[in-house]
């Protein structure tokens, strides 16, 4: 099967573009949490947004 590597990374983009808020699962302790975050991307390169006081910045870590 051929893949088109180039077709696959604009799919991708275009749901990178469309949905700003992802759920991230971490977890610390044994205790696992989600919570939905605000992403921003570059390209292929993901980043969650959190501020640096809550327990989602420290699990992320």
Known sequence: MDL???QL???ILDVLGSNKYWVLA?????RV???S???V???LNVYFQ????LD??????
């Not at 971490?26 to 044994?30: E, G, K, L, P, Y």
């Open 4 to 6: 088109n590597y180039e």
């Open 9 to 11: 990374e604009q799919e």
């Open 26 to 30: 971490t977890s610390a302790d044994n």
């Open 33 to 35: 949490t989600a919570r």
């Open 37 to 39: 975050m605000s992403i």
């Open 41 to 43: 991307n570059d390209g």
């Open 50 to 53: 959190t501020e640096t006081l």
């Open 56 to 61: 989602k910045y420290k699990q992320i870590l």
